[in-house]
T-cell receptor, first 119, second 110 residues
Framework: DGGITQSPKYLFRKEGQNVTLSCEQN?????MYWYRQDPGQGLRLIYY???????QKGDIAEGYSVSREKKESFPLTVTSAQKNPTAFYLC??????????????????FGPGTRLTVL | AQSVTQPDIHITVSEGASLELRCNYS??????LFWYVQSPGQGLQLLLK??????LVQGIKGFEAEFKRSQSSFNLRKPSVHWSDAAEYFC????????FGAGTTVTVRA
């Protein structure tokens, strides 16, 4: 079955530790995205990548880092610099790897999410 | 700034009753609009999308949405709600990025 997988489903971290969230897709999509979800705030974009070995900051990139060494993988590292990392993290992917233009008709598909809790 | 607003934070509906969730957008041109659903602790599932053409869009799980340019709205509807429709619903639009509303939580009572 084609889809997006995220692991682990639940993750606990001590303050001061870095932690990496996994996102894999077998949809052959060029673009991948990371979002953070907090109650009552919808989804906010952390990072996105439109092609292998390239990625761009989203709206709330501070304290996060990513890599895109393979088309199917887009791991997110939550660093100790992220002041409030407890949240639900969602990965998404979409077909197009083109630069975003106004009126983008690309459709994003989401993984099941990882809930990160800082102890 | 371009944005999408969901005026209702929480809606409670009886099983079998109709459901309408509101979504308003602020955008100068024709927006590309989406509705997603999220069950507790899960990812987002695409219900339907509107890019152009027929303003009444059919989606999965019996949902439909109507694009009304004059009202800057893209409301989601379902004629008869099932208990499994209890979830959080997000409206989103695609400009140079995908922007989400804050979501509407739907509770279904027996």
């Amino acid at each position: 079955d084609g889809g997006i997988t995220q692991s682990p489903k639940y993750l606990f971290r001590k303050e001061g530790q870095n932690v990496t969230l996994s996102c894999e897709q077998n949809l052959n999509h060029d673009a991948m995205y990371w979002y953070r979800q907090d109650p009552g705030q919808g989804l906010r974009l952390i990072y996105y990548s439109q092609i292998v070995n390239d990625f761009q900051k989203g709206d709330i990139a501070e304290g996060y880092s990513v890599s895109r060494e393979k088309k199917e993988s887009f791991p997110l590292t939550v660093t100790s610099a992220q002041k409030n990392p407890t949240a639900f993290y969602l990965c998404a992917s979409s077909t197009k790897g083109l630069p975003w233009l106004a009126g983008n008709t690309d459709t994003q598909y989401f993984g099941p999410g990882t809930r990160l809790t800082v102890l | 700034a371009q944005s999408v607003t969901q005026p209702d934070i929480h809606i409670t509906v009886s099983e079998g009753a109709s459901l309408e969730l509101r979504c308003n957008y602020s955008y100068g041109a024709t927006p590309y609009l989406f509705w997603y659903v999220q069950s507790p602790g899960q990812g987002l599932q695409l219900l339907l999308k509107y890019f152009s053409g027929d303003t009444l869009v059919q989606g999965i799980k019996g949902f439909e949405a109507e694009f009304k340019r004059s009202q800057s709205s893209f409301n989601l509807r379902k004629p008869s709600v099932h208990w499994s429709d209890a979830a959080e619903y997000f409206c989103a639009f695609n400009d140079y990025k995908l922007s989400f509303g804050a979501g509407t939580t739907v509770t279904v009572r027996a």
